[in-house]
Each structure stands twice: as structure tokens, then as C-alpha cells.
């Protein structure tokens, strides 16, 4: 049984050309009651704005919040970025972003390859990217900088870190209550999401080997947000003792590896997009000894909705609380939100 999910951007899709998200918002509402995040005050935890110092380059965002400043034209070459600034109200603030997203917010696509003259065109005051960006092309952030041009390279390296990342950006943007709003509403809606549902006696609970590359045979690192989403909905994780590919998220496994936790598996889960590109018939023929193979317990997530630090990581934590342990009322899908 499949369960896989669309590649294109949900939050940045009219209501008009998508039928499903309306049906979805009309079974969900408590779940993405908005398509945005409200501006009214909320309290944040105090850790969340702690943590900023703890983020990739967090001092020198620490030093640019504590001087007061914010930015209003911002190049984001990174589509967590992107889908961020858009939930929490900045939207207006983008003046480019990266290839994918330009379609639906109709702005300028801005490649690091391309050289500094075409981001100075765009007269922008903050360029986001990620920390391999920043590594990968020296040559462009040293010219940005040079031309007066702030440029940060974000990304959480843990679940715990992405509330801070979150609270970064929204600083950075002047959005900082819709970002503490953010939070909170975050953390409130899976909360309620789990309410009840998750088996106290962990025994009990639904065990998963989740495929992050399937012809590699790779999975998550333990502390990557992919396994965050796991654990959120329930799920443990068979995989305790991959070990991390060069600190990143993704984790060396093998078959032999995965057969050995055969008769320990509930789940076979797979994250499916430009990193794994994966049908379940390729799942089945390769895994096909596997008792949860043979009945079918195959489950397979979008890519961007288990990887990405964003609030959509809760349509995947719905989803497989839903196939774990039953859904919820009579609700059939997750609401895909769109951002205001």
C-alpha cells in the first residue's frame, strides 16, 4: 500500500487549482485552521531564543538581532528558507529564490553558479543559504559582502535546533511574533495530534526501518528531523546504530543490515523525491523477503514533508500516527495549508 505524496508546493498553490487541499481544509480545520501564522503575541520558550547562539553562524545573527536590524529584500537560495518566510508573513520581503519555488510566487530565480552581477542586480540586503552554499561558493559570498550585501548560511542541525532556526528567520524578516507564534502553534497542534493516540509501553509501539536513498541503502542519522517525524507519530526507529555520512542527516546501512531487524519490522517507510527517487514495485522487488514487505506495511512520504525544517512536517506526523494507530475522528487526509 502506497502512500506517497505530491512533489509540488502545497503552500504556495492557489485554492483554485486544487481541489483536494479545499476537501482536506474542510475535514482539517483544526489542524491548519489559517493558511498563515497570526500576528496577536504569544509567549515563546525562553530556550527557543536561547538557542539562536547554537545555529550555524548564530553569533553573528545574534549580533545583527541584538543591533536591532532587519531585512526587506531577501534572496533565499534554500526552499526551507523559502516556505519559512512565507508562512510567517514575509512573503513581500523575498526578491528572488531558488529554482522550484519561483513558478507559484512568481520572483526571480537566483542560481549560485551565476555569478555576484546577477544577485546585485536584485539590489538585495540578506542572502539566505545553506551551510554547503556557503562552503561550495567562497568566491560569491566574499563579492556579496564586499558590495555591502549581508548573506547567512542557515540550517538546523537536529530537531531541537529548528524552533531557534524558525525564530532566527523571523527576527531576521521583522516577523519575529508571527515566528514565536509559529512555535507555539506548532507545538500545540502535535500535541494534539498525539494526544491519547501513542502507546505508553513502548513495546507496543510500531517499529520502522525508514529508507532515506534506496539504491545506496542509506537511512536517517538518529538525530536527523526525518526521525524526529518518526518518533512524533509513535514510530522507533529500527536503525539506532547507523552511523552518520560526514555529519550530515543521511546514514550508512545495508541490506544485510535490514534483514537482520526482518521480524522487528512494523513498517517499511521511504521518503520519495529528488534524493530518493523510489516506486514501491523498486521497494518490493528489492526487500521482498521482509515479513512487512509481504503484507504490504509500506509507507512512502514526501520527501520535502520529512527532510524539511517547516511546519509541514506535521502532515507527515498525521499520516503515520494515522497508519500507526488509527485515525483520528473521521479525518481521511492531512490538510495541505497554504501560506497567506
Known sequence: ?????????????????????????????????????????????????????????????????????????????????????????????????????????????????????????????????????????????????????????????????????????????????QAENMINEFKAKLTALQNGRIPQDMAKRKRVYFESMHDKVKTFSPDSIAIYVLESAGGVNIATDAASVQGSNIAAYNKERVFLHADEIDFFLAQQGKMNDITEDQIRKDFALLPAIKEGRILILDEEKVSRPTPRLLESISLLLDRFYGQLGNTKKMVKGEAK
Not at 29 to 48: H, L, P, Q, R, Y
Not at 69 to 89: D, Q, W
Request: proline share 4%; net charge neutral.
Open 1 to 177: 500500500m502506497q502512500l506517497s505524496q505530491q512533489h509540488t508546493q502545497p503552500w504556495l498553490r492557489s485554492s483554485g487549482t486544487n481541489i483536494f487541499a479545499t476537501i482536506g481544509i474542510c475535514l482539517l480545520t483544526w489542524i491548519f485552521c489559517a493558511c498563515g501564522f497570526s500576528e496577536e503575541k504569544t509567549a515563546v520558550v525562553k530556550d527557543d531564543t536561547d538557542g539562536i547562539e547554537n545555529l550555524e553562524n548564530g553569533e553573528a545573527i545574534l549580533s545583527l538581532i541584538q543591533q536591532g536590524k532587519t531585512f526587506s529584500r531577501i534572496i533565499s537560495l534554500y526552499g526551507a528558507h523559502t516556505e519559512n518566510l512565507v508562512f510567517m508573513g514575509a512573503k513581500n520581503k523575498l526578491v528572488g529564490v531558488s529554482r522550484g519555488d519561483d513558478k507559484a510566487l512568481g520572483l526571480p530565480v537566483f542560481d549560485p553558479k551565476s555569478g555576484a552581477e546577477n544577485f546585485l542586480a536584485a539590489r538585495p540586503d540578506l542572502v539566505l543559504m545553506r551551510p554547503m552554499h556557503e562552503r561550495a561558493y567562497k568566491g560569491l559570498v566574499s563579492q556579496l559582502e564586499q558590495s555591502g550585501v549581508t548573506v547567512l548560511a542557515l540550517q538546523p542541525c537536529s530537531p531541537q535546533q529548528m524552533f531557534s532556526y524558525w525564530l532566527a528567520l523571523g527576527a531576521l524578516s521583522g516577523q519575529r511574533t
